[in-house]
């Protein structure tokens, strides 16, 4: 016997007595070993009984075991609820409670979906489902903080056909946090915190397109900062990033829902108008350069004035004309805004090229 290193014999010894028994008696027997007229068989079997029952009395296993799985289920970050077939409580760990406050072991029995509305003043905002894995995400406040939890369900199979459920609630705030905030770091302007080309032309081919299937009409407005580099070279970069900032501003002042507003480089900005036409659009590009002429931006050197110079171009024919070609349109409008004089608004009106 191995025992365990202390002197004492270990589980398996203790079984390897209590199989070597009724093997040695047989050998006994067999060789005529044993008293005449004598059975030996119950007796071994009643000796080897109390035996096993002596060596699983004697081990720690089944006694370690149940601390060990409550131990771990407690431990874990992750909150386990436990209901049954009747979506009724039956078990839930620590990190249940600091999900659930009045989770306590005085609720067992009763329906879950009925003390989660008690609990939060609100329905069960994802399905209990009964076969399979499903998986759903929600939003919990607790302690007057809102968490994003995902929640694992998970059927579980009983005695008798009966199933029960167990939810598992992963926290998920950060990650999602994290999420946003590279979705806006890809989609949003750094500086001036408006969408930046890469989310205007994702957005604004889906527009496009919609806008080409119902006949709407589509109108974009390219809009650029007069002698911008003037004001670098002059005041330095610092004061022409306010000035960026404040453009956009006084732009957003403007605009409506609806307007899809996004810079388009350097000190370039583009606006789509789906379902406003050529003459609309010119009526929004002519309040957006007056306004910023009337707005100057208050600097340490003075008040510094900013005006725009706007190119306005309208999807004349669907059957051929693309984004990018309406882009093109009214950026040679923009061209001419500028090649004018600036601070005007200038109209692309025709397939020839013909501005006005």
């Known amino acids: 016997m191995e025992g365990n290193g202390e002197g004492i014999p270990s589980t398996v010894d203790r079984v390897n007595v209590c199989q070597l028994v009724p093997m040695l008696t047989a050998f006994l027997y067999l060789n005529g070993l044993t008293p005449a007229g004598v059975d ?4 071994i079997l009643w000796l080897s009984s109390l035996l096993y029952l002596w060596a699983i009395n004697s081990s720690r296993l089944f006694r370690i075991m149940p601390i060990a799985k409550d131990t771990i289920y407690n431990s874990i970050n992750d909150g386990a609820i436990v209901l049954d077939e009747s979506y009724r409580l039956i078990e839930f760990n620590q990190a249940s409670k600091a999900m659930l406050p009045n989770l306590n072991k005085s609720m067992f029995g009763n329906n879950f979906v009925k003390f989660w509305k008690e609990q939060t003043g609100e329905a069960l905002p994802f399905k209990l489902v009964t076969d399979g894995i499903a998986t759903q995400e929600i939003k ?5 903080m809102e968490r994003i939890y995902q929640v694992r369900i998970t059927s579980l199979d009983q005695a008798r056909n009966r199933k029960g459920l167990l939810l598992v609630f992963t926290d998920i705030t950060e990650i999602k946090r994290l999420q946003e905030k590279l979705e806006q770091q890809a989609y949003n302007d750094e500086l001036t915190k408006i969408y930046n080309r ?4 994702q957005q604004c081919e889906q527009d496009f397109e919609a806008a080409r299937e119902t006949g709407l009409p589509f109108t974009v407005l390219l809009m650029d900062i007069d002698y911008f580099k003037r004001v670098n070279d002059t005041y330095g970069h610092h004061v022409g990033d306010q000035l960026l900032v404040h453009v956009v501003k006084v732009c957003q002042t403007q605009l409506q829902e609806g307007h899809f507003f996004a810079r ?3 000190e370039e900005f583009v606006i789509a108008l789906k379902g406003y036409k050529e003459a609309e659009g010119i009526t929004i590009a002519d309040r957006l350069r007056g306004a910023v002429e009337k707005a100057p931006l208050m600097t340490e050197a003075g008040n510094l004035s900013a005006t725009l110079s706007i190119g306005v171009a309208e999807v004349k024919d669907w059957t051929e004309e693309t984004l990018y070609q309406l882009l093109h349109k009214a950026d ?18 025709s397939s020839e090229g013909v501005v006005k």
């Open 40 to 43: 030996p068989v119950p007796m």
């Open 198 to 201: 890469r989310a205007f032309i």
């Open 140 to 144: 919990l406040c607790s302690e007057g």
């Open 264 to 266: 388009y480089g350097g």
């Open 332 to 349: 040679t409008a923009l061209y001419t805004a500028k090649e004018e004089g600036r601070n005007r608004v200038k109209v692309y009106v």
